[in-house]
């Protein structure tokens, strides 16, 4: 079992920034790759970006590469997303995930989630 718990969510204005975190607790977890999802009101959930097990490779979705970085720190059980020039259109609940298998865009891939954080972008 891996508990997932994210935190740093909140309102910012387009163009700022916001670093997501997600602690893990539970079995290694390093074992795990990781992935941050979103899901905006009335939308699917949808990959935002993944990290490998030991952070040497990392994947990110068209509209936010450039913008997000994700990292991972094994030694403090977190992931981390930072979030750089944001839009309107980053509004949506985060989520972080963890999966055994390697990054993945599906999320069904994914076993562990966390409850989610709030990000909301005003223009």
């Known amino acids: 079992q891996v508990q997932l718990v994210e935190s740093g969510g909140g309102l910012v204005q387009a163009g700022g920034s916001l670093r997501l975190s997600c602690a893990a607790s539970g079995r290694t977890f390093s074992s795990y790759a990781m992935g941050w999802f979103r899901q905006a009101p009335g939308k699917e959930r949808e990959f935002v970006a993944g990290?490998?097990?030991?952070?040497?490779?990392?994947y990110y979705t068209d509209s936010v590469k450039g913008r997000f970085t994700i990292s991972r720190d094994n030694a403090k059980n977190t992931v981390y997303l930072q979030m750089n020039s944001l839009k309107p259109e980053d509004t949506a609940v985060y989520y972080c995930?963890?999966?055994?298998?390697?990054?993945?865009?599906?999320?069904?891939?994914?076993?562990?989630w966390g409850q989610g954080t709030q990000v909301t972008v005003s223009s």
């Open positions: 995930a963890a999966t055994g298998k390697v990054v993945t865009s599906r999320p069904a891939e994914y076993g562990y």
């Open positions: 990290i490998s097990r030991s952070g040497g490779s990392t």
